[in-house]
């Protein structure tokens, strides 16, 4: 069957967007150890604060790549994706706080900030991949 689908980058392929990008896929993977291994540690007064604040962090790291994504230049994608590392940088934020009022162990500590720094690094790398082509 042919596709007769377009984007912006020519013939529309479902199985490249967004959720093809490993930057995606690594905030996905902190927004998920928040709601598996954090959040379910929270006590009921943190239920309309900390863990409020999590949720949108951790939400907004992956929207704001699948929005940055879908944006018609890849240009204007950048600022998204900006935004995404703000709410990764947030979302680190709320992993010590966690820490410090004890309501999470060191390990899960230590592995949410490995998580967390892993996606820093490789949703920089893609912004930087992204200005490159701007010089192309």
């Not at 984007?7 to 490249?16: A, L």
């Not at 929270?42 to 940055?68: H, M, V, W, Y």
Request: aromatic share 14%; charged share 25%.
């Amino acid at each position: 069957m042919e596709n007769i689908f377009e984007d912006n980058q020519g013939i529309y392929n479902e199985n490249r967007d967004f959720t093809s990008l490993f930057c995606w896929k690594d905030a996905q993977t902190v927004k998920v150890f928040f709601y598996n291994e954090v959040l379910p540690l929270l006590p009921n007064e943190e239920k309309f604060n900390l863990d409020i604040q999590i949720r949108k962090s951790t939400c907004s790291s992956t929207a704001n790549i699948a929005e940055g994504y879908g944006r018609y230049h890849f240009l204007e994608g950048i600022q998204f994706y900006r935004i995404s590392k703000g709410s990764l940088y947030e979302s680190k934020d709320h992993l010590i706080s966690c820490y410090e009022l004890k309501y999470i162990s060191e390990s899960i500590y230590k592995d949410g900030l490995d998580l967390i720094e892993n996606a820093k690094k490789s949703l920089g790398g893609y912004i930087n991949f992204v200005k490159k082509q701007k010089r192309n």
